[in-house]
């Protein structure tokens, strides 16, 4: 089947597959400290890695949430791995929340200080990076008129690993059991890699 992308039959597809095709995505899980003091925790599906020199995260939200306003303020965030063990907590810090309250707190999640920048961590993460802000950028569409979606960049100036899950000078992945967005309320999780060469 083929359809311009406005026109979606929606008794035959009555869920719009966009996220669902554009899969597995991993789970920006950004925490975010308002001027004020404020902690803010929420999962970002749009989310991934851009650059490996320098390192940068970027991650998308539709509208302009705790998350863009706290990052804009202060121009720091970090990201914590989302796992299959942190699955509930994970979904729990995507709720809505009035502003400024606590959702470490509300997901019953540890938090664990930073180095380099104030947001914390989520302290039962395997993984997480502290990131200093390079942009935000409101999204416009082809025609030059701006959406309520609001990219963020970030460098990555620290880096966080749990010592076990590294084996044989490596992340272990597959233990971390990282998981990723596969659109509509389904996911993935990443416990069995497989390994191909690069051709030369």
């Not at 009555?14 to 902690?39: L, N, Y």
Request: net charge negative.
């Amino acid at each position: 089947m083929f359809y311009p992308f406005a026109d979606r039959d929606r008794d035959l597809l009555p869920h719009d597959p966009f996220k669902a095709i554009i899969t597995p995505r991993p789970i920006g899980w950004i925490s975010s400290m308002s001027r004020e003091g404020h902690i803010n925790l929420a999962p970002y599906s749009f989310f991934n890695a851009f650059s490996n020199s320098p390192p940068i995260l970027a991650f998308c939200s539709g509208n302009k949430k705790d998350s863009v306003s706290f990052i804009e303020e202060t121009r720091e965030f970090t990201w914590s791995m989302a796992t299959f063990d942190l699955r509930f907590e994970m979904n729990a810090t995507g709720a809505s929340l009035p502003r400024g309250q606590n959702e470490f707190e509300h997901a019953g999640l540890a938090m664990a200080e930073s180095k380099l920048v104030k947001p914390p961590r989520v302290a039962r993460s395997p993984a997480a990076m502290e990131c200093k802000l390079i942009e935000i950028k409101q999204l416009q569409d082809m025609n030059g008129a701006l959406t309520e979606n609001y990219l963020v960049l970030g460098q990555v100036v620290g880096m966080y690993i749990n010592d076990g899950f590294i084996a044989d000078g490596r992340f272990d992945t597959a233990k971390a059991v990282a998981l990723a967005r596969c659109g509509y309320a389904d996911y993935s999780a990443a416990d069995e890699l497989f390994t191909l060469e690069r051709p030369k």
